[in-house]
């Protein structure tokens, strides 16, 4: 059989907020297993507040910002290896460290997880760039927000929700976001690599396992699909 190829990117605050995460990580594991009997999955860990609290020590110590990146990346590597070790048999603690290896390591009987790749952008973005490699079909947002708005809900009360968007109109929102300096709904350089290689994405509550399903196997979800084609 055939199967769809889908990149999940699944943020730091999804996957470890430091609340019971045993629970939820051994439920994301099931449903992951039970999703790539239909799905080609390789997923993509962040790191979540953990990268962030070495990044203020490593700052402190006068570290450079692609030092600063290098911690977050070593973070978001152990994140990985605790969602592989979860999935058992059907993964490998031994995360590839590159986009190239875990599209070449990606198999229709496996699950690659893996953490950031380089300085210089975030787990979004090694998503896309495993995508291209992989040839895939999707990339799967999971996020902390149930879907991408005009502006932030929690301080515009008035903001848009979209269902849909074109890459294009994904792009302008997260240009602009990147602009203010808050911390984005996707990477701009994933949007970049998505739009270059007509990438679908969608963007969905990670911590709702059902809706994370429905993403992956390509069915309707609450979130925001993003069209690329
Ligand atoms: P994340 O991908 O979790 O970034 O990587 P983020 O922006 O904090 O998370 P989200 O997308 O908002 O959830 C954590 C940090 O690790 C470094 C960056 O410093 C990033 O902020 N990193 C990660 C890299 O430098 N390269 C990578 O490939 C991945």
């Known amino acids: 059989m055939n199967k769809r190829k889908v990149v999940v990117s699944i943020g730091g605050s999804v996957l470890v907020p430091g609340d019971d995460d ?16 239909e799905a080609q999955l390789v997923i993509v860990c962040g790191g979540g507040k953990i990268s962030r609290y070495y990044s203020e020590a490593g700052r402190e110590l006068g570290g450079t910002v692609s030092q ?4 977050g990346i070593g973070v978001t590597r152990v994140n990985a290896a605790l969602l592989a070790l979860a999935l058992g048999d059907l993964s490998s603690m031994d995360v590839p460290l ?12 496996n699950v690659v997880v893996m953490g950031g ?3 210089g952008h975030t787990t979004d973005a090694v998503a896309a ?19 991408v708005y005009s502006d932030d809900p929690r301080k515009v009360p008035g903001a848009k929700r979209f269902s849909r968007l074109t890459i294009k109109e994904l792009g302008e929102i997260v240009y602009k976001e990147h602009g203010a300096g808050s911390s984005g709904v996707f990477d701009p350089l994933g949007v970049k690599i998505a739009e270059e290689n007509r990438i679908d994405i969608v963007i969905v509550d990670g911590r709702d396992l059902s809706e994370l399903r429905n ?7 609450e979130g925001t699909f993003v069209n690329s084609h």
């Not at 045993?22 to 009997?37: D, F, P, Q």
């Not at 600063?68 to 911690?71: E, G, S, V, Y």
């Not at 993403?215 to 979800?221: F, P």
């Open 117 to 119: 790749t380089a300085p």
């Open 215 to 221: 993403a992956i196997l390509g069915k309707e979800v």
């Open 129 to 147: 760039m495993v995508a291209k490699h992989l040839n895939a079909d999707l990339v799967v947002n999971a996020t902390s927000v149930d879907a």
């Open 68 to 71: 600063l990146d290098m911690l």
């Open 22 to 37: 045993a629970t939820y990580i051994k439920g994301l594991a099931s449903m992951i297993r039970e999703a790539s009997n």
């Open 98 to 109: 590159t986009a190239e290896d875990a599209a070449s390591r990606s198999a229709s009987d």
